[in-house]
């Protein structure tokens, strides 16, 4: 009988042995030798019925299809725009992919995203070179106006966000802030100063304290400290809304 050598949420080393036996499977950055389960990437061991995965706790983001990312303009091209996405390519965002207006041979493109401007995009194809292609078609995806930018672990990304949506809810409740979680670890804020500060400083104990139990009910406390409120959690949100926030949450505005 297969048994747990190493207690769930422990963090692993690559090379140590997390489980003996045939009960479990190797999933994400975890591999099996012989009858053992091994680490192979130094993270936190979660186990979801039999499979044992290895969430990353360091790491650059590796652009994968269907993320949803925040990105900035860096170049304006004869065919598009190509942004810098917080990992080690740039990705391209081609007119076909940016608008359904209708673009005239030789336009100026800056009408659409000039140099420097912030956009939520999704990314819709990686080739086996890395180059990665992005649309701004889609609800929620769009240029971004004022606010402001932090970047994260994007490791820490999901817990950030929380099942469904709920962490990032809770510090949009208690700060009153639009909050654009992108998977690359850029995440977009806008609110007043005060309260973007906060919720800066909620993301950072967040991206900081991750791995340690019991982080919602401290995230709860540290916002009623700081907000002198209970934040209260939002209504939940519809089927469309929920897969949106596994990607990259939609804030209020877009939700109207």
């Known amino acids: 009988m297969g048994k747990l050598l190493v207690e769930e949420r422990a963090v692993v080393v690559p090379g140590e042995q997390i489980a003996e036996g045939m009960d479990y499977l190797p999933a994400q950055g975890a591999y099996r030798k012989d009858d053992m389960i091994l680490a192979g990437r130094l993270g936190l061991l979660t186990v979801d019925g039999r499979a044992v995965k290895i969430i990353s706790l360091s790491g650059r983001y590796a652009p994968k299809r269907n993320d949803v990312i925040i990105g900035k303009v860096i170049d304006v091209m004869m065919s598009g725009w190509r942004m810098e996405i917080n990992c080690a390519y740039s990705a391209m965002l081609s007119m076909k992919d940016a608008t359904s207006d209708f673009i005239a041979r030789g ?37 971004l106006y004022g606010g402001r930018l932090i970047y994260v672990n994007c490791n820490k990304v999901p817990r950030i966000i929380g099942k469904q949506g709920s962490m990032v809810s809770l510090i949009k409740n208690a700060t009153g802030c639009k909050i654009i979680v992108g998977q690359n670890g850029v995440i977009w804020i806008s609110g007043e100063p005060a309260q973007e500060v906060i919720a800066i400083e909620t993301i950072k104990k967040i991206e900081e304290e991750s791995h340690v139990s019991g982080l919602t009910d401290r995230i709860t406390e540290f916002l009623e400290k700081t907000c002198g409120k209970f934040p209260q959690q939002e209504q939940q949100p519809f089927e469309g809304e929920q897969q949106m926030d596994a990607e990259g949450p939609m804030d209020e505005e877009q939700q109207q």
Request: hydrophobic letters at 45%; a positive charge.
């Open 107 to 143: 336009a100026d493109l800056t009408q659409f995203f000039n140099l420097g401007d912030i956009v939520v995009a999704k990314i819709v194809n990686v080739t086996s070179q890395k180059l990665v292609d992005l649309s701004t078609k889609g609800p929620g995806l769009r240029k």
